[in-house]
């Protein structure tokens, strides 16, 4: 297996546009998970799916936030209106729901 | 869920061992400690998990008292690709998946 794929590796954009990254986990793992890392907050996590059921999504900073998984292979987290604010490492991992969880590349985020 | 301390950083110099101690002074009766390792520019991976006393795999050994209020990863011999940013997590399972929050981590420089 490939491992948990996301895509673009980086992205840049213009405050106000909406942003859209992708994420394919491992195949046969039914955790999903968005994570955010910055320099002053560290790893957080955003939401997490299980069985493509989003089941906790506290971590979510606002609306402007959403994440869908429309089926077991791929997941979107979307930021729309995007800030400045939001630019970050982006990180998908999916897991069987042990501690071993598996990280894609991430996505940086840059908001000018 | 309980709060992990860990040192900021730490140096080293080749062919040490390295052990980084964190502490989990309100870990409840079901958690788990968990290590993950984080490399520049990649997502973090899973080191190694335990409970209680001592659990060694190829990796490294974690080192866990009877009170588990700490536990210590133990590097044996590192290199210099050991240099990273090593995570404590301490969590326990709900709805069979580990709740755990990574905080800001150990950096550990390794010294030719």
């Known amino acids: 297996d490939a491992g948990v794929i996301q895509s673009p590796r980086h992205e840049v954009t213009e405050m106000g546009q909406e942003v859209t990254l992708r994420c394919k986990p491992i195949s046969g793992h039914d955790y999903l998970f968005w994570y955010r890392q910055t320099m002053m907050r560290g790893l957080e996590l955003l939401i997490y799916f299980n069985n493509n059921v989003p089941i906790d999504d506290s971590g979510m900073p606002e609306d402007r936030f959403s994440a869908k998984m429309p089926n077991a292979s791929f997941s979107t987290l979307k930021i729309q209106p995007s800030e400045p604010r939001d630019s970050a490492v982006y990180f998908c991992?999916?897991?069987?729901?042990?501690?071993?969880?598996?990280f894609g590349q991430g996505t940086r985020l840059t908001v000018v | 869920l309980a709060k992990t301390t860990q040192p900021i950083s730490m140096d080293s110099y080749e062919g040490q061992e390295v052990n980084i101690t964190c502490s989990h002074n309100?870990?409840?009766?079901?958690?788990?400690i968990t290590w993950y390792q984080q490399f520049p520019s990649q997502g973090p991976r899973f080191i190694i998990q335990?409970?209680?006393t001592k659990v060694t795999n190829e990796v490294a050994s974690l080192f866990i008292p009877a009170d588990r209020k700490s536990s210590t990863l133990s590097l044996p011999r590192v290199s210099l690709s050991d240099t990273a940013v090593y995570y404590c997590?301490?969590?326990?399972?709900?709805?069979?998946?580990?709740?755990?929050?990574f905080g800001i981590g150990t950096k550990l420089q390794v010294i030719p």
């Open positions: 997590l301490v969590g326990a399972y709900s709805g069979g998946y580990q709740k755990v929050t």
């Open positions: 335990g409970y209680k």
């Open positions: 991992a999916s897991s069987l729901g042990t501690a071993e969880a598996f």
């Open positions: 309100n870990i409840a009766t079901n958690d788990y």
